[in-house]
């Protein structure tokens, strides 16, 4: 199997200021998946346990040039440190700037733009006589080069990556009522007072484009509502009859009309999802699987300067409930 990229500016910056940032606050540990078109970062989609988190990238928003090929359908996915990965390539980052504005300056230098490569290769590690996987930067300047190497796993077998794509399959699939929270700093500032009320928070959304936080405990019962949002998906008419009645009521009413489904989740889990905001998307949605399978919080980034998604770049997070829930 063999990968080789270079990453392009746009991409570099990406994954060193936003992305891999966000990624380690949601696991040191993720598997990192090349195929023919795309890149992604996944969280705990084999061993079933956390939080699912699934970063995804053509491979045009990270790289210049892209070349993989394997005997796995050109697929080749293997777990990765991400502390590692993102010191190795901030290092990286350093060296190339400083080889980039001194070949600027060198009087008949190299004047070929200067590109961070990054490939797959087995090495020697000292004090080993076996050969070990790594993913490895190298720039080079007009008089030298520069290689970090991260260490990895062994390359998943061919039954195992038909295993991972099965799962990422399965956590593609979006519930089908998704509810907009523009103002996402007020989310975060009601979910840390949580933090000190409870561990179990009770999410319930609906199809008129509520949503409803709850954590209680036996001394005091803390919640949040946010109304009328915008709603993508399976959506209904607010009754209007419930204009006055209390948040809990409205809930339950909807509950019973089939308007809405709720779930139990770990307040700690949903504190780590909105850490995803290091990625600096630009709004988020929530929504309840089927038959309340998990909690989905899915980050839309639009293209700079505008207000269309950027379909090159996509994360979500999925969230294990602690109760099968109700609809």
């Known amino acids: 199997m063999k990968f080789k990229a270079f990453l392009s500016d746009n991409g570099v910056s ?35 346990d956390g939080i699912q988190c699934i970063a995804q ?32 390539l901030h290092s990286i980052i350093s060296i190339y700037t400083e080889f980039s504005a001194g070949d600027s300056g060198v009087p008949g230098g190299n004047s070929a733009p200067n590109h961070i490569q990054i490939k797959l290769v087995k090495k020697l590690p000292p004090h080993s006589q076996q050969p070990m996987p790594f993913l490895t930067f190298e720039t080079k300047g007009y008089k030298s080069a520069v290689i970090q190497d991260v260490p990895i796993s062994k390359p998943l077998s061919r039954s195992d ?37 409870g561990d179990v928070l009770n999410v319930s959304i609906s199809k008129y484009g509520d949503l409803h936080l709850q954590v209680s405990t036996s001394l005091i019962t803390l919640g949040a509502e946010f109304r009328k949002l915008s709603v993508i998906g399976d959506q209904a008419q607010s009754p ?84 099968p829930g109700a609809s």
């Open 57 to 88: 990238f053509r491979k045009e928003a990270l790289f210049d040039e892209y070349r993989l090929s394997s005997q796995n359908d050109d697929r080749i996915s293997f777990a990765i440190d991400l502390s590692l990965l993102h010191r190795a």
């Open 240 to 323: 209007t009859d419930d204009q006055n009645l209390s948040a809990q009521s409205r809930t339950r009413i909807a509950l019973q009309r089939g308007d809405a489904m709720t779930v139990q989740v770990s307040v700690k889990h949903f504190f780590k999802s909105l850490q995803c905001h290091a990625a600096k998307p630009d709004c988020a949605f929530y929504g309840i699987a089927q038959q309340g399978a998990c909690l989905t919080v899915v980050f839309q980034f639009f293209i700079p300067g505008t207000h269309q998604t950027d379909k090159a770049i996509s994360l979500h997070c999925r969230l294990p409930v602690l109760d």
């Open 161 to 197: 990556v038909l295993e991972l794509q099965a799962a990422l399959d399965m956590a593609q699939d979006l519930p089908q009522t998704l509810i907009q929270v523009p103002h996402m700093h007020q989310l975060q500032n009601f979910v840390e007072k949580m933090k000190n009320v």
């Open 14 to 48: 990406l994954l060193d200021k936003r992305f891999l940032p966000a990624l380690e606050k949601m696991g040191k540990i993720c598997h990192l998946y090349l195929t023919r078109d795309h890149v992604y970062f996944l969280h705990n989609l084999l061993n079933g």
